[in-house]
RNA sequence: GCGGGUGUAGCUCAGUGGCUAGAGCAUCACGUUGCCAACGUGAGGGUCGGCAGUUCGAAUCUGCUCACCCGCUCCA
């Protein structure tokens, strides 16, 4: 039961500390979210894969991490400031809100009908389409609001003087102006003092290029990798961390000389795609798609998404395919923009060849949160095991691939006596030592400790029992199978390591 | 933003004809046991989402609000 899954995953994620709702005891925060102490260790886990697996197992990736606020005029060539402010229609009759740009066009002044309320059975009603020129997409009203500027960024100002203050200085002026004035003028105002939280880190990585170019001798084809925090104002905010309006992004711009393009989106498409599966998600719930033309982004010539099939409680009751990344041609859109923005010649040359070019771009832009999110509902099991008693019973696990799961290893004594637990400490410092991620724990039954283990995704467990005083070895008992092996006590640290690699 | 649903302990949920708020699991302590969610005893933990109103009295009725879920819409 899919519709059980993401509610049984969510509870999950709360009480064994993966995932909060931020600012909870305040009554919550819409669509922003906390990780708990095993969340961060899994997100973690999951952008370290990425950037060993993308920039540091490769010659040709180089990272960087810029700054969340940028100069405001990046976003103007970017084509964010434009096109992230669509003009939004609310219809009076049916209570729709859309985009004024998708209405239907009718020529103003010209007699439209609709039914009340926008319903089948609503009485038949006839108005005159405004000076607008369109009516209602829905029920073709046209009794309409204004249009309203909704700017898909966070608006923030930088620099210590509040432009409130300026406003509050200009009230009076501002009350002789009409409607449009005021806002162009209070435009003006704060436009002063405006930046925006981006709302991608690709920006960054264009607007670096120049400099990367220059200080580290990479020539194309080569990437530029980059993760961090972006911002946007969805919307509908919905599933969790799945579409929030704060996300962490893990994006690499992959610059190519024109003409070599198709054949590095192809290549990245499948790269991106495989990388999911090596880390453990099953084959079943991932799929590439591609855009149709008409989806495509001003910028991209092409484009697919990585989806993953998210057990989401909806009408079919079955999950949702959810984006988790996606691989677009950006062409060398960003480049000229910024170029011709800045007059800044963002050319490569190449020597030997004596060629110019303005690279085109591949862009594999994936999220963070979502994959955390795809990688806990994926590693989501549910066994049924007979208890002692022979009754039915659960076993709840999560089987994330051991090198994302948040807790690599446990260590048990037996009971906690006869030194056991002394034995178990010192090799769980050992563990800690060497880096690897481990929990003690000697309180109650074993079996419930393992069980415990079982819900945390932890892959192995370390049992110190009697024979470990008299042969010095311990039981490693696995998470998927239940089964122990025995090994000697000298060789935990290699042994734990080298699974968890 | 609209329509529908939900909100009681960390989790899952009872509760009501309006009076001192409950269970199971989880957590912690002690004891016992010792390899797959054991047993006993005890303990801690609740602004009944929030604010206001009606009332002698509100978790319960009314209004507003916040958050989450579903649908529509949106997703450069």
């Not at 400031?81 to 729709?96: I, M, Q, R, T, Y």
């Not at 010209?110 to 089948?120: C, D, L, V």
């Not at 855009?291 to 079955?318: I, M, R, T, W």
Request: hydrophobic letters at 35%; glycine letters at 8%; aromatic letters at 10%.
């Amino acid at each position: 039961m899919p519709n059980d899954t993401m509610k049984k995953i969510v509870s999950l994620a709360k009480r064994r500390g993966f995932i909060f709702q931020s600012s909870e005891i305040y009554g919550g925060l819409k669509a922003c979210y906390d990780y708990g102490p095993l969340g961060v260790e899994l997100k973690r886990n999951i952008k370290d894969a990425w950037w060993r697996d993308m920039v540091h197992r490769r010659e040709d990736v180089v990272g960087l991490d810029c700054s969340i606020i940028m100069h405001p005029d990046v976003w103007k060539a970017s084509g964010h400031l434009a096109g992230f402010s669509d003009p939004l229609v609310d219809c009076k009759n049916c209570k729709e809100r859309f985009r004024a740009d998708h209405a239907p066009r009718k020529d103003a002044g010209t007699e439209t009908e609709y039914r009340e309320n926008g319903k089948q059975d609503g009485k038949k009603l006839k108005g005159v389409v405004g000076k607008q020129g369109y009516v209602c997409p829905v029920c073709g009203g046209g009794d309409l609001s204004d249009e309203r500027q909704f700017n898909l960024m966070f608006r923030t100002s930088l620099g210590s003087v509040d432009p409130m203050q300026e406003i509050a200085g200009a009230v009076e002026e501002l009350a002789k102006l009409d409607a449009k004035g005021r806002r162009e003028r209070l435009g003006e105002i704060i436009a002063k003092s405006a930046v925006y939280l981006r709302p991608e880190t690709a920006q960054g990585m264009f607007v670096n290029f120049k400099n990367i170019l220059d200080s580290s001798r990479m020539k194309p084809p080569f990437g530029i990798a980059q993760t961090g925090k972006s911002y946007r104002n969805e919307i509908t905010t919905a599933n969790l961390t799945f579409r929030t309006c704060e996300f962490e992004q893990m994006e690499l711009e992959f610059f190519v000389e024109p003409g070599t393009d198709d054949e590095w989106y192809a290549y990245w498409r499948n790269a991106r795609l495989e990388w999911y599966k090596k880390l453990g998600i099953r084959e079943k719930n991932l799929r590439l798609r591609d855009h149709e033309q008409s989806e495509l982004a001003h910028y991209a010539k092409a484009c697919a998404d990585v989806e993953y099939f998210f057990p989401f409680e909806n009408e079919s009751g079955e999950g949702e395919w959810g984006e988790l990344e996606g691989i677009a041609n950006r062409t060398d859109y960003d480049l000229k923009k910024h170029a011709e923005a800045t007059g800044k010649d963002l050319s490569y040359f190449e020597t030997e060849t004596k060629k110019r070019y303005i690279p085109y771009v591949i862009e594999p832009a994936a999220g963070a949160d979502r994959a955390t999110l795809a990688f806990l509902c994926d590693a989501y099991d549910e066994e049924a095991i007979p208890d002692q008693k022979g009754e039915d019973a659960v076993r709840t696990v999560l089987r994330f691939h051991p090198r994302i799961a948040p807790i690599k290893a446990a260590v048990f004594p037996l009971v906690k006596k006869d030194g056991l637990p002394e034995k178990s400490r010192e090799i769980m410092a050992a563990l800690l030592d060497q880096g690897v991620n481990c929990f003690y724990d000697q309180s109650g039954a074993i079996g419930r400790r393992y069980r415990r283990m079982d819900e945390a995704g932890t892959p192995f467990c370390i049992t110190v029992d009697a024979e470990t005083n008299e042969q010095n070895t311990v039981t490693v008992r696995e998470r998927d199978s239940m089964q122990q092996t025995r090994i000697g006590v000298n060789e935990v640290v290699e042994y734990i390591k080298e699974k968890v690699k």
